[in-house]
């Protein structure tokens, strides 16, 4: 069974940092492009950020750009988000996604093919 877990996730205050994981089983995504996506309350699902296979090419929404790092990680972990400089906009449940055709930049919901469960990132004013 294939298996996206994202952890990491939790209560920050403004200016604060999280780093998210993406914990993989089933399958070796390192032929996948890498994404993370969020949703908040009332709002509909957004891109945050995506990686290459290889890991050299990364694509930001520009809501997190300069604040967000998106990298690849092993087998076990294959994608990590670094959140800082956190705001109260960026409270919603984050999502790894993973897409094995997509191109790198790969911004739509739509190009993956695996999705984690979520996790809750709530930032304090």
């Known amino acids: 069974q294939v298996q996206l877990v994202e952890s990491g996730g939790g209560l920050v205050q403004t200016g604060g940092s999280l780093r998210l994981s993406c914990a993989a089983s089933?399958?070796?995504?390192?032929?996948?492009?890498m994404g993370w996506f969020r949703q908040a309350v009332g709002k509909e699902q957004e891109f945050v950020a995506a990686?290459?296979?290889?890991?050299?090419?990364?694509y930001y929404a520009d809501s997190v750009k300069g604040r967000f790092t998106i990298s690849r990680g092993n087998a076990e972990n294959p994608v990590y988000l670094e959140m800082s400089s956190l705001k109260p906009e960026d409270t919603a449940v984050y999502y790894c996604?993973?897409?094995?055709?997509?191109?790198?930049?790969?911004?739509?919901?739509?190009?993956?093919?695996?999705w984690g469960q979520g996790t809750q990132v709530a930032v304090s004013s």
């Open positions: 089933g399958r070796t995504f390192s032929n996948y492009v």
């Open positions: 996604a993973a897409s094995l055709f997509a191109t790198s930049r790969a911004m739509g919901a739509h190009d993956y093919d695996y």
């Open positions: 990686i290459s296979r290889s890991g050299g090419t990364t």
